[in-house]
């Protein structure tokens, strides 16, 4: 266990660097950047080092390990972030343990995780997934940027649901740099509306560098801190 926890230490140390110096060239104070470990496929004991390395978010993307981890680690304090596609059947139970779902990207999810945070009592900050695929590309999650107005007003009209602002993933296959651009642009005219929702969840292990330098507040990173996968998933 003290070897896993020195890798986990030496890459999270590279990682945060990696986020200081993408701030120091964004003119950028490092402390407006928190860092989202995404734990998935990684067992629970991974999760107590990593808490016990002082980190204080971390990341799922599938509900049954995302609900069994977060039970198991119940006691560490953290703040549980649903990161992956949400299927409307599973999001009343995603709101009972997640502190944050970062992707709604339909209406159809609003209904269901404000019912899940008023059975649990439990408030949930709220992101809206956006997509930046170009006009006629294969879309992959996300609403589109015309919609999120609804969608907004959707939410704040929900109870215990607290819209904190958006997240996106850069298209596969495209410059980075690029679609962070776009993204910043859609943020500013969003966060007029709707002051309150600073927050800009972008960037992950390959292309932080870019989404810190275009305003990303949180940046979701998993194999730059855990390692590969694990090949049994």
Same mark, same amino acid.
């Given at each position: ?48 080092? $990593? ?29 549980? /972030? ?34 899940? #945070?008023?059975?649990?009592? /439990? ?19 996300? #609403?589109?940027?015309?919609?999120? #107005? ?21 298209? $596969? ?61």
């Amino acid at each position: 266990m003290s070897a896993r926890r020195d890798e986990l230490a030496a890459n999270l140390e590279t990682v945060r660097r990696r986020i200081a110096d993408a701030c120091a060239g964004a003119g950028r104070d490092p402390d407006e950047v928190s860092l989202v470990v995404v734990t998935k496929f990684f067992p629970a004991s991974d999760v107590r080092l $990593l808490a016990d390395l002082g980190v204080t978010d971390v990341g799922e993307n599938r509900h049954q390990e995302a609900e069994a981890k977060a039970a198991e680690c119940a006691d560490l304090g953290l703040r549980w /972030h649903f990161i992956g596609g949400l299927q409307s059947n599973k999001a009343a139970a995603v709101a009972r343990y997640a502190d944050v779902v970062e992707s709604v990207d339909r209406a159809k999810l609003v209904g269901p995780l404000s019912r899940g #945070a008023h059975d649990s009592s /439990h408030e949930v900050d709220v992101l809206l997934q956006v997509s930046l695929d170009p006009p006629g590309a294969d879309k992959r999650s996300g #609403a589109a940027p015309a919609d999120l #107005a609804d969608l907004a007003r959707r939410v704040e009209e929900a109870g215990m649901l607290r819209l904190r602002g958006l997240m996106a993933v850069a298209p $596969l296959g495209e410059d980075p740099d690029a679609a962070f651009v776009r993204l910043a642009g859609i943020r500013a005219e969003f966060v007029r509306d709707h002051p309150g929702a600073t927050v800009l969840s972008a960037g992950m292990s390959g292309d932080l560098e870019a989404a810190v330098t275009r305003g990303a507040t949180h940046v979701r990173v998993g194999s730059a801190v855990l390692g590969p996968r694990p090949a049994v998933q």
